[in-house]
């Protein structure tokens, strides 16, 4: 029974993170009705940037949680400026093409970000230092870290702070309005374009807080890192409902639990021929699963209705 608690917090602490990324993969999908397929890259800058900068700082004598809090803003503004350069760049021109063609650029975005950084980080996985506290908390049995506890804590705050922001706020409003007809919202004194790189930003600061707390959480990075969670993250996001904030969190979290749960218990169901590297079964027989029962997703798909 240790076990399976253990694999519970183990897998909502992966869950958050898959979540962290899927919110960012909704809101641009709710606004343009794009899959941004870079943006699992983008959470490998932001923990490349990070652990760049954390090793500047290795010798200045600063407490790690200072050095993490450095490191994590000089990520966001990486990846916000990076995020918004590919919106201009890459999707912008191509915003009333064909949907398959700003779907090919962003497959081709995620490729050229892989090679730039294989480039500039050079391919090795480097390990990621361990800056706050590692002594495990003890629940009674199962056992969380410091660095899994910020994880959780982080998910709970964002969602709130987004859920505010896209309901409470003038530029929720202009959001809601732009993904219901740009055109229109033009004519009411809402500029889409400012809206929708306000959207890539917000989803590359979500995206540079998950690649700092995976690399936090694993201890290593490398250029190919953000790939798996990008899909998994993109997963999640279908299948808790995309364009619905709650949604990516959900299936975020549930997809982390099941992967959690599979890969503690896959050895004993399949009788040892399948190991714990064959979680990711779970993950996507789950997906498949529901987009069979349910198309749109746990929660439906809330795309606003195009005039």
Not at 110 to 128: D, E, G, H, R, V
Not at 233 to 240: K, N, P, Q, R, S
Not at 280 to 287: E, K, P, T
């Amino acid at each position: 029974m240790e076990t399976f608690f253990q694999q519970i917090i183990n897998g909502l602490v992966l869950g958050s993170m898959y979540a962290l990324v899927a919110l960012g993969y909704t809101m641009v999908y709710g606004i343009i009705n794009l899959i941004n397929f870079a943006h699992g890259e983008v959470l490998m800058v932001g923990a490349l940037t990070s652990w760049t900068v954390v090793s500047i700082l290795a010798d200045s004598g600063m407490p790690g949680w200072l050095m993490m809090l450095i490191s994590l803003m000089c990520a966001i503004v990486v990846c916000a400026v990076l995020n918004f350069t590919i919106e201009k760049v890459a999707y912008r021109p191509l915003r009333n093409a064909p949907r398959l063609a700003p779907l090919i650029t962003a497959m081709g975005m995620s490729l050229l970000l892989q090679t730039l950084a294989m480039i500039i980080w050079k391919p090795n996985p480097k390990p990621y230092p361990i800056l706050l506290p590692n002594e495990p908390i003890d629940l009674g049995g199962p056992v969380i870290s410091v660095v899994q506890c910020l994880i959780l804590g982080l998910t709970v705050v964002i969602l709130a702070a987004l859920m505010y922001l896209v309901n409470r706020t003038k530029l929720g409003r202009a959001m809601r309005a732009t993904a219901e007809n740009p055109r229109v919202a033009a004519l009411m004194g809402v500029r889409p374009d400012m809206v929708i790189s306000a959207t890539f930003i917000i989803g590359a600061a979500l995206a540079a807080v998950a690649g700092v707390m995976w690399a936090s959480n694993y201890g290593t990075v490398q250029h190919s890192m953000g790939f798996l969670p990008g899909l998994k993250a993109f997963t999640a996001a279908v299948l808790g409902g995309i364009g619905n904030l709650g949604g990516a969190v959900l299936g975020g979290v549930l997809l982390g639990l099941v992967e959690a749960i599979g890969a503690g218990y896959l050895g004993d169901l399949t009788g040892g021929v399948l190991g714990s590297h064959y979680a990711d079964i779970f993950a996507f027989a789950l997906l498949i699963l529901v987009l069979t029962l349910r198309p749109s997703g746990l929660l439906g798909e809330r795309v606003a209705d195009r005039a």
